[in-house]
Every structure is written in C-alpha cells, then in structure tokens.
C-alpha cells in the first residue's frame, strides 16, 4: 500500500492550492480516503474525508467552505482542492486510507485510518 501526497508549497493568504494523493497497492475504489494536518508544535487532526463511491464526504469545522475533497477513481487519486487558505492552515498534509472497505462513515477518526503518505507541506503567509 503506497499513498503519495503532493501540491504543497508557498502561497499568500487567501489564495488556493490543490493537493493530490495518488495510491496504489490496493483496491482504491473500496475505500475511504482521508486529509489529516499536523501544524508545528501540534498534534494531528482531520481535515477532510470522502467515502468510496465518493458519494459522501466530511470536514473538519475550521475548513467547511473552504476545502473540497474529491475523487477520481479511474486515476487511483483523491484531491484537495483549498481555497480562501489563512494563516492557520500551515502544516503538513496527509492522505490516509481506511482500514475498512466498502464502510461508509458517520463521522471520521484517526483510528479509522490504517495507512499513511508521507505528507506534503503547505505554508500560508500573512
């Protein structure tokens, strides 16, 4: 299982980056695929989620609005797409796969994530 997150990089507030999570080594179009943060000095969080038919999707409050998830199983990849990007949202970001095929969630965790890309850094400056 390999997920490979990238896009980051240096962009002024308000403005918009796109990042993308290209996976392989499992049967992409059964799971579900998540967007988690870790900013400096802090623990991760989740940001964003979509299911496996990409018919359901979940954000965190702090980016409702702002971002959007999509996928496009047919190129094994999930967006985020960030929009109106604050100070705030530096951190590095992770795509995460979850452990269960075929579950479509209420609410997303953590522990519902079993693999995880290596990250991509987005930086946001005032």
């Known amino acids: 299982v390999q997920l490979q997150a990238s896009g980051g990089g240096l962009v002024q507030a308000g403005g918009s980056l796109r990042l993308s999570c290209v996976a392989s080594?499992?049967?992409?179009?059964?799971?579900?695929i998540g967007w988690f943060r870790q900013a400096p000095g802090k623990e991760r969080e989740f940001v964003a989620a979509?299911?496996?038919?990409?018919?359901?999707?979940r954000y965190a409050d702090s980016v409702k609005g702002r971002f959007t998830i999509s996928r496009e199983n047919a190129k094994n990849t999930v967006y985020l797409q960030m929009n109106s990007l604050k100070p705030e949202d530096t951190a590095v970001y992770y795509c995460?796969?979850?452990?269960?095929?075929?579950?479509?969630?209420?609410?997303?965790?953590?522990?519902?994530?079993?693999?995880w890309g290596q990250g991509t850094l987005v930086t946001v400056s005032s």
């Open positions: 979509i299911s496996w038919s990409g018919g359901g999707t």
């Open positions: 995460a796969k979850a452990r269960t095929p075929l579950r479509y969630y209420s609410d997303y965790d953590e522990a519902d994530f079993g693999s």
């Open positions: 080594g499992f049967a992409f179009d059964d799971y579900s």
